[in-house]
């Protein structure tokens, strides 16, 4: 053996005896100097042991033979110096499973021990109890040989004889008739509370539906009085409807009245301006000209007086301007043959306000159908009276002859010629 350090695992003890130690040095996980030949190194181990301890047919107190495994979990000390030498002096140098056989014999021992003074029930209902009785019995014993106890739990209870079987099975009648009694005991507390539920109920429903129905004759008589009012109110307001829809469309007639007027009104603007586009156009090509044949035939005199007149007929015929043409040519035939140049000059100025006057004068019919059109149009009419004046088509017809009336004014207001002065004076 060569002299040095000798190391071990954590699962196991150095015992190191010989020179210089009084006693053996116990080192468990770790390393110590040995030295050769005059000391001696041996390892012992300090792994848990499991354990599994059969107790079988053991009689309990009551001399019911019952069978019992346990499993305990051991193992050497090595944090206790005292407990690990004990363990050396009992168990070094032998093998594991020889320890092991050692501690088992001395828990089985215990469990027997235990179960001698317990009943079947004791057992089978406290397990806790048992387990805990073997394992403080068996720690205190095995503690003298350097071993403790980790742990004990009570693994399985057999009974050969059918005892454990016929104890269930009166548990379990008894549980099943405690279960029929609970069950009926609620079903009668069930049947009492859903009939006292349902008299509540019917109560609760009957006060309901009389409430209800004293809500429903408040609601009734208020109804009524409100539809009354409702019905009143409903009725004035459709009078009142009515009477505004009538009033709105007499204003929308009479704004439609007022828009057709208006149409009109700038027709005859239209129409006037073209009078006067006519009236320049005939100035330009007619009196202008007949000024210039004028100062010819005064100097032509009579001899030409023939060819002046059809030159006027010609040139009256061309412009077609609603036959004046035709009734210049006459006028300036009978001026002509009246030998009159000065008339006949002064019957072409006075052509101008009497061309017109006459083109108006034809027009005329055409403004009033055109102004009454619209009424001719409408297919009906609603007129509001205040019961003083005229109504009816009276009124209408009124209303037209007004407007056709305001056209001597617009006329001469344009042009400056009073048509009622000329028609008057012709």
């Known amino acids: 053996m060569v002299w040095g350090f000798v190391t071990c695992g954590p699962n196991e003890a150095l015992v190191v005896s010989g020179c210089c130690h009084m006693k053996p040095l116990l080192v468990p996980g770790g390393r110590a100097f040995v030295w050769p030949t005059i000391q001696q ?90 387990s805990k009785q073997v394992f403080e019995v068996a720690s205190s014993d095995l503690v003298n040989m350097g071993i403790t106890v980790v742990s004990y739990t009570l693994k399985d209870i057999r009974d050969e004889e059918g005892y454990l079987k016929s104890l269930g099975m009166a548990r379990t009648a008894e549980v099943k008739r405690d279960a029929r009694i609970g069950e009926a005991e609620a079903r009668c507390d069930a049947t009492i509370k859903e009939a006292i539920a349902e008299e509540q109920r019917m109560a609760a429903r009957f006060l309901n539906d009389t409430e209800i129905a004293k809500a429903q004759r408040d609601f009734e008589l208020k109804k009524a009085v409100y539809d009354v009012e409702v019905q009143t109110k409903k009725a004035e307001a459709e009078m009142a409807y009515e009477l505004q829809a009538a009033k709105t469309k007499q204003r929308i007639k009479e704004e439609q009245m007022q828009i057709k007027v208006v149409e009109r009104t700038q027709e005859i603007a239209v129409q006037e301006q073209e009078m006067q586009r006519r009236e320049r156009e005939l100035e330009a090509t007619i009196r202008r000209p007949a000024e210039a044949e004028k ?80 009424l001719s149009q409408a297919k009906k009419i609603t007129m509001v009276s205040s019961g003083n004046g005229e109504v009816g088509a009276v009124k209408l017809t009124g209303e037209v002859l007004q407007i056709v009336n305001k056209i001597p004014e617009l006329v001469k207001s344009i042009t400056g010629v009073d048509i009622s002065r000329s028609v008057h004076a012709g």
């Open 41 to 130: 190194v041996q390892r012992i181990s300090l792994n848990t042991m499991t354990l599994q301890v059969e107790s079988p047919t053991v009689y309990t107190s009551q001399g019911v033979p019952i069978s019992v495994t346990g499993i305990a979990q051991v193992k050497i000390q090595g944090q206790n110096e005292d407990m690990l030498l004990t363990a050396c002096e009992q168990f070094l140098g032998k093998k594991e499973s020889e320890i092991q056989h050692i501690a088992l014999v001395t828990l089985e021992g215990h469990q027997r021990a235990i179960m001698g003074s317990m009943t079947v029930e004791e057992i089978y209902k406290d397990r806790k109890k048992f």
């Open 295 to 374: 100062f010819r035939l005064e100097k032509l005199a009579e001899a030409n007086k023939l060819r002046v007149i059809l030159e006027a007929e010609a040139e009256a015929e061309a412009i077609k301007v609603r036959g004046e043409a035709e009734a210049f040519a006459i006028a300036a035939k009978s001026k002509a043959e009246a030998e009159q140049m000065a008339k006949k000059a002064e019957a072409w100025r006075e052509y101008r306000e009497a061309a017109m006057v006459d083109m108006l004068l034809e027009t005329l019919p055409k403004v009033a159908a055109e102004v009454a059109a619209p």
